[in-house]
């Protein structure tokens, strides 16, 4: 039987990332390629960033899906509440 995932190295493994899809940061904890195919007879493998939380609970996502957090553009909202408007 062969093995269903493999760890992958990434360069922002235990540094604060966002989440492209859907906005959330936290900390990168493992990158996994991954057999996400339910059926024995074909394989789909994928890369999924696997980032904790603020909450400390981890959520996946995909590996083209991530960036460093402090990368972002500041928006005008998030400016005016940091007071560098």
Known sequence: MSEH???????????????????????????????????????????????RGVSGREFTTAVENIVPAYDQPQTAARRRALGSA
């Open 5 to 51: 995932y493999e760890y992958v190295p990434h360069r922002l493994l235990r540094r604060r990332v966002r989440d492209l899809a859907s906005g959330a940061e936290g900390e990168l904890m493992a990158v996994i390629n991954e057999n996400v195919s339910d059926c024995p007879t074909y394989q789909r493998w994928m890369e999924l960033a696997y980032i």
